[in-house]
């Protein structure tokens, strides 16, 4: 692992604890815990939430796609965001991949593709709406989310993977936060990380190949879903928004893009799932409202 991956790991820990201490299980969900989707444990597992009101209820879905640069998290730091999703009428998977250096590329989306399934599979099981069913993704889990996106929407992209996303299936709206899209067009600012990472990301078998594959902006088309694309004025991934923004538009995809200031909280990276925080209560409501929009 290189010294990049382990500051990240520690620093990331650090103010994830800070940001969740004392936060506990509300009293209105119900958690169906550590649900293995593949064999390699703990990392292919998975958590289901759901509104306690909603018994016997089919209710939409949101599959969280969790964030960490590539090398850190799991479904444990994205339990409270998740279950706060859920208090808003949704049922919410909520999962762990393999991680890098561990786990190279592309480990991570194809326990993606395989949570997506594992979700389609299970909806008589859970009361989950097979026609409803959206993603969120923040960092590094936003640029996987658009990955899979493109495999559900793209069969040549997806062809270059030695593993498949659902058949006939691609995900009802995204929302994409505070999101990795670009290796090649970041800032010196954002390259010194990202860049940096990439050794403990990618095989490096066949560099050029690879660094195709995970340019995410290389493979958004207009069979993409409606997106909500959001950023903040202190996040350090800022300007990657709207180089997404204007692909998007550019293939003519239902796109919304919220950029959120305040001069007391300034906001930063994935702010949203800080659940002390007012600005991040309003982004995850807009964007819960944004998919109900979506519900047909």
């Known amino acids: 692992m290189s010294a990049l991956s382990d500051m990240i790991r520690k620093t990331f820990a ?31 597992t998975l958590d289901v939430y759901r509104p306690s009101s909603a018994i016997g209820k089919i209710l939409p879905v949101i599959v969280s796609v969790h964030g960490g640069a590539f090398v850190y998290g799991d479904k444990e730091l994205y339990q409270y965001y998740c279950m706060s999703l859920a208090q808003r009428g949704f049922a919410v998977v909520n999962f762990s991949y393999r991680l890098a250096p561990e786990n190279r590329f592309p480990s991570s989306l194809q326990d993606t593709c395989s949570v997506f399934q594992w979700t389609l599979d299970h909806c008589s099981e859970y009361l989950l709406d097979p026609e409803h069913i959206f993603a969120v993704g923040d960092s590094a889990g936003a640029h996987l989310l658009v990955l899979f996106t493109a495999m559900c ?22 929302a994409l936060n505070s999101g990795l899209y670009s290796f090649k067009y970041a800032p010196d600012s954002e390259n010194q990380m990202t860049v940096g990472l990439l050794q403990d990301l990618l095989p ?69 799932l800080d659940m002390k925080s007012p600005l991040a209560a309003q982004c995850n409501e807009e964007e819960c409202a944004f998919f109900r929009s979506c519900v047909k």
């Not at 169906?32 to 703990?42: A, V």
């Open 14 to 44: 650090e103010s994830d604890r800070v940001r969740d201490l004392n936060l506990t299980v509300p009293d209105d969900i119900t958690c169906h815990r550590n649900i293995p989707y593949g064999s390699q444990l703990p990392w292919q």
């Open 153 to 174: 929407t793209d069969p040549s992209f997806a062809a270059s993977f030695p593993f498949l996303p659902p058949q006939d299936f691609v995900p009802r709206a995204l």
């Open 204 to 272: 490096m078998e066949d560099p050029a190949a690879e660094m195709d594959q995970i340019e995410a902006l290389n493979h958004i088309s207009g069979t993409f879903p409606p997106v909500f694309v959001m950023t903040a004025e202190d996040d350090f991934l800022r300007s990657q928004a709207p180089m997404l923004v204007s692909k998007l538009v550019e293939q003519n995809v239902p796109t919304v893009f919220h950029y959120y200031t305040d001069p007391e909280e300034k906001p930063g990276h994935v702010f949203h």
